[in-house]
């Protein structure tokens, strides 16, 4: 790797939100950390979790950078994020979720993704398929519920919106559309509401395939 492609990888900023699934946090740094290259930092914000979230993310140090922040009060993933970018220092904002592992080339794919001579390019989303094979988990994959699909025939590589799953998006760019909005105090649609507020002020999105995680969708008739 040229020492040119080094800088813009470092500085790549991975935010994460957690709350009460420390396990499934681990198996997402392990992936995190097994990423070649690794991003410049990874921010977890634990969500004011029942148990200690701290002693898992200290685990990783020194050999690999990321640090634990933790809301005195549940805050929502929104507000849980927007704490996560704004303690981060990259240029490239990326997401996940603790209930997602990455691939290995998963920073360069989305970095990679972002790194066009296109000034409203705003963010770019990855694929994600079904960590498990349970009749729910294929059907929800199948479906592809948490992927935005190309929605413009003239521009074939766009999607009209981002989901934090998996995706990437500059900062400045965020920081133009506000962040994600802190009224949406659950789970759903702050990441799509993000990407209609960055649309609104001119920004586009665009897929980057290679960029693929796996998800854990929960089981069962209820979750669907």
Known sequence: MSKAQSEILSAASVSVATRDRPELLRDLLDSLKSC????????????????????????????????????SR????????????????????????????????????????????DGNLGGVGGQVLARDQDVYSRYLEFHRVLEA????????????????????????????????????EHPGGED?????????????FERAARALVRHRFRPGLRAL
């Open 36 to 71: 070649s290259p690794r991003p410049g930092e990874v921010i977890v914000v634990d969500d004011a979790s029942s148990a200690q979230v701290s002693s898992i993310v200290d685990s990783y140090q020194p050999s690999f950078r990321v640090r634990c922040i933790r809301n």
């Open 74 to 117: 549940r805050m929502g993933p929104a507000a849980s994020r927007n704490t996560a970018v704004h303690a981060s220092r990259g240029d490239y904002l990326l997401f996940t979720d603790d209930d997602c592992i990455v691939c290995r080339d998963w920073v360069a794919a989305l970095v990679y993704g972002l790194e066009k001579p």
């Open 149 to 184: 699909r190309p929605h413009d025939a003239q521009h074939p590589e766009r999607v009209p919106y981002l989901v934090t799953a998996n995706c990437a998006v500059h900062r400045n760019a965020f920081m133009r559309a506000g962040g994600f909005d802190e009224t949406i």
């Open 192 to 204: 799509a509401a993000l990407a209609m507020r960055m649309a609104k002020v001119g920004y586009h």
